[in-house]
């Protein structure tokens, strides 16, 4: 009977404990579930924080870039006499026999101004530069010179700097050119036609009203592998530039951004993905994730969260998939930088652990009920349970022992 009770009293403490330690390892995993993607939407929120400052940087010295050049335009504007204006328009850029002007070919290889100034790398081009009155002039002359002057401050952080108007006319300064700009200063025809499919959303009141700062979309999409793809991707930034309320036309800067691009996409986070994309939904360029992840979304779903979202910057989850997404909006090229996470291994973390507990505590209570302690105590209770029930509990009679019959 003791045996019996003692057999019993261990298989329910057995029971117990696995019970206890599977209702641990279940809160368990679950509170360690959510520290665990609460810990990686602090981590990618950080991260896009960083990479907000990163993105922004280019275009906001951008911004600075050919605001400053707008604003030295209007300072020197009416600083020229008109017969200034007259010979050094002749001397730089005279007028071809195919009613063209263009630049002399030493504004591109190096001349001397006479003041102890000296210009290159610059090239223009005018289509219709001989009906210029003599505003025309003075417009497009004070724009050589701010192109010449701001592209030499900022080189090293910007390749190039130009001036146009919509009378198909041109001035850039851009001395690393590895064509030189032979174009403009030789090869472009005289019907030759400048004016871009983005003009129209740059110089519209009703698409531009603030005059603000617009860059044009990608020359070149760039998808996969951006390490291993040698296209070139281009953006044009430009601001428009009005003289008394009239527009006079427009500074601007040409952005190589693959390099950019590529320092972009490596910094990715653990199971994650970069991406950037435009306002339309097109994935402009996609960076590989480090780790095995699937974060191939299509862009029109991330477009539809991304019209939902608060503020220029922030971590939302996808519906419906195990990912999380950060997201940075650039303003100027008006495109988003995305990092997605995959956090499908935030569940197998907190099962792991979850396991990992429940073994742990089954163990480690099997290993208590073994300590001389407890086997003691539960030994001296069966004796006592069966003192208590031995007395008063009829037993029944034996098998192996007939019955004896009283004698009458």
């Known amino acids: 009977m003791f045996a019996t009770l003692s057999r019993l009293q261990y298989l329910f403490a057995a029971a117990a404990i696995i019970a206890f330690s599977a209702a641990l390892s279940v809160f368990a995993g679950w ?52 017969d200034k204006v007259e010979a050094e328009f002749d001397r730089f850029f005279p007028l071809r026999e195919d009613g063209t002007r263009r630049s002399v070919d030493a504004l591109f290889d190096g001349l001397s101004l006479g003041s102890g100034d000296a210009v290159r790398g610059l090239a223009a081009f005018m289509g219709n530069g001989a009906d210029m009155d003599v505003d025309r002039k003075r417009q497009f002359l004070t724009a050589f010179h701010v192109v010449r002057s701001v592209g030499e401050a900022y080189q090293g952080r910007f390749d190039s700097l130009y001036f146009f108007n919509r009378d198909r006319q041109v001035v850039i300064f851009d001395p690393n050119r590895d064509d030189e700009l032979m174009f403009y200063r030789h090869d472009a025809p005289a019907d030759f036609d400048l004016r871009g499919d983005d003009d129209a959303r ?37 601001v428009p530039v009005h003289v008394d309320g009239e527009l006079v036309g427009g500074f601007g800067t040409s952005i190589r951004m693959d390099g950019h691009f590529r320092h972009s996409m490596a910094d990715t986070l653990p199971h994650g993905v970069n991406l950037v994309m435009d306002l339309h939904g097109d994935v402009l360029v996609r960076g590989r994730s ?76 099997l290993i ?40 009458r």
């Open 31 to 82: 509170r360690i579930g959510d520290e665990l993607e609460a810990f990686y939407i602090e981590q990618l929120d950080a991260h896009i924080e960083t990479r907000a400052d990163h993105e922004r940087h280019l275009f906001d010295e951008a911004q600075r870039y050919v605001t400053r050049s707008e604003t030295l335009f209007l300072q020197r504007l009416s600083a020229m006499d008109d």
């Open 202 to 238: 740059l110089f519209s009141s009703e698409t531009n009203p603030d005059g603000r700062m617009l860059c044009s979309p990608l020359s070149r999409y760039l998808s996969d592998d951006v390490e291993g793809a040698g296209d070139r991707a281009m953006t044009s930034c430009r």
């Open 290 to 365: 480090r780790t095995s992840t699937d974060t191939n979304l299509p862009g029109d779903t991330l477009s539809t969260l991304l019209a939902s979202r608060r503020g220029n910057e922030g971590v939302i989850a996808v519906p419906g998939h195990d990912l999380l997404m950060g997201y940075v909006f650039i303003t100027g090229p008006d495109w988003y930088f995305v990092s997605l996470v995959d956090t499908r291994h935030v569940s197998g973390h907190a099962t792991s652990i979850a396991c990992l507990i429940f073994l742990m505590s089954t163990l480690v209570g």
């Open 368 to 407: 208590f009920l073994l300590t001389p302690p407890v086997v003691r105590w539960i030994r001296e209770h069966g004796e006592h349970l069966a003192e208590l029930d031995g007395p008063d509990r009829p037993h029944a009679p034996s098998a192996s022992r007939p019955v004896e019959r009283p004698t």
